[in-house]
């Protein structure tokens, strides 16, 4: 799996998005360790709060495929802007990577290669509480 083959997953994963309120479109590809992609698109809620990101709900496709660990990931958007994990993504990416690195690319081709770790710096994560 090359970056461009994961960069055309996470693209074609566009064409999903349920974005009526923000018109932001966003698609998410996730490699696991099992060597699987799983894709996901963002769904937003008419309830604002309940919007669910592309990268979360890769996350969920991944879990319901049996895949808990993830080596590199791609995530891109409508937008003409780097399209970086928000917050909440960062922690989940965090606590179930396997030394993961995202592609945090803008439409035009050009893209960011980050860790889980740059992306959350001193994250919390489940062995932090051993
Ligand atoms: N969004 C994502 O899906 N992933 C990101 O990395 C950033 C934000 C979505 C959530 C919402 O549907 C829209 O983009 C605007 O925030």
Do not use: W
């Amino acid at each position: 799996m090359t970056d461009q083959e994961l960069i055309q997953a996470a693209k074609a994963m566009l064409n999903r998005s349920y974005a009526p309120f923000s018109h932001y479109a966003v698609g998410a590809a996730l490699l696991g360790s099992d060597g699987n992609v799983y894709t996901g698109c963002n769904i937003e809620s008419a309830t604002y709060g309940a919007t669910i990101c592309a990268e979360r709900g890769a996350i969920c496709n991944a879990f319901a495929h049996g895949c808990r660990r993830f080596v590199r990931g791609a995530v891109i958007s409508s937008g003409a802007e780097y399209c970086t994990p928000c917050g909440i993504c960062r922690q989940l990416l965090y606590e179930f990577s396997d030394h993961l690195v995202m592609l945090c690319c803008r439409n035009d081709g050009a893209y960011l290669a980050l860790t889980a770790e740059e992306l959350l710096p001193h994250g919390f994560k489940n062995e932090t509480m051993a």
